[in-house]
T-cell receptor
Framework: DAKTTQPPSMDCAEGRAANLPCNHS???????VYWYRQIHSQGPQYIIH???NNETNEMASLIITEDRKSSTLILPHATLRDTAVYYC????????????FGKGTRLHILP | DADVTQTPRNRITKTGKRIMLECSQT?????MYWYRQDPGLGLRLIYY???????NKGEISDGYSVSRQAQAKFSLSLESAIPNQTALYFC???????????????FGPGTRLTVL
């Protein structure tokens, strides 16, 4: 699986959009971009995934660049409960299903 | 996620003791995983199982063993615990099928293990 690069930490004001970047310059054509988050010491929670088109669900939006070398997770109206570590992962869907987690981005939502 | 449960939630043990961590799921998923997390680090995969007869090593399997007793149960054992196995342990499941969410992993609440 390709590796990802994320900033170690970010701050965002409550009520504003939180934009979390991820670089995955070595991503292969059949690899998807997945995002998970982990709220303090809880089990990680799936957020969203995509291949090349932008995706949106009730939690977030995922914007993938046209060359697929980077992506941005957008939390449209951040709340204090969104304070967590966010993991960007690239992996082949429909294969061995392992997730290799990196260190992620620690997002602090400021009141 | 209440569909994936782990027991115990907290455990303190001594060096050299045998410890078993248990994971149960009611999601009907075939695939189950064990991860560990150390402070300030991401999760690392220990073992995974794609069905009852399948066991695979992950990144850091040394010092651990697993048992997949049934589709719904996946146990992690530390045969002789050592202090550097002190960590937070997570079990996860996934559905390899045609559902919209397949390949998404669902995590349990974690077991905090301390080895003295």
């Amino acid at each position: 699986d390709a590796k990802t690069t994320q900033p170690p930490s970010m701050d965002c004001a409550e009520g504003r959009a939180a934009n979390l970047p991820c670089n995955h310059s070595t991503i292969s054509g059949n690899e998807y971009v997945y995002w998970y988050r982990q709220i303090h010491s809880q089990g990680p929670q799936y957020i969203i995934h995509g291949l090349k088109n932008n995706e949106t669900n009730e939690m977030a939006s995922l914007i993938i660049t046209e060359d697929r070398k980077s992506s941005t997770l957008i939390l449209p109206h951040a709340t204090l409960r969104d304070t967590a570590v966010y993991y960007c992962i690239v992996r082949v869907k429909n294969r061995d299903d392992k997730i290799i987690f990196g260190k992620g981005t620690r997002l602090h939502i400021l009141p | 996620d209440a569909d994936v449960t782990q027991t115990p939630r907290n455990r303190i043990t001594k060096t050299g003791k045998r410890i078993m961590l248990e994971c149960s799921q009611t999601k009907g998923h075939d695939r189950m995983y064990w991860y560990r997390q150390d402070p300030g680090l991401g999760l690392r995969l220990i073992y995974y199982s794609f069905d009852v007869k399948d066991i695979n090593k992950g990144e850091i399997s040394d010092g651990y063993s697993v048992s997949r007793q049934a589709q719904a149960k996946f146990s992690l054992s530390l045969e002789s615990a050592i202090p550097n196995q002190t960590a937070l342990y997570f079990c996860a499941t996934s559905d390899f099928g045609q559902t919209k969410s397949y390949n998404e992993q669902f995590f349990g609440p974690g077991t905090r293990l301390t080895v003295l």
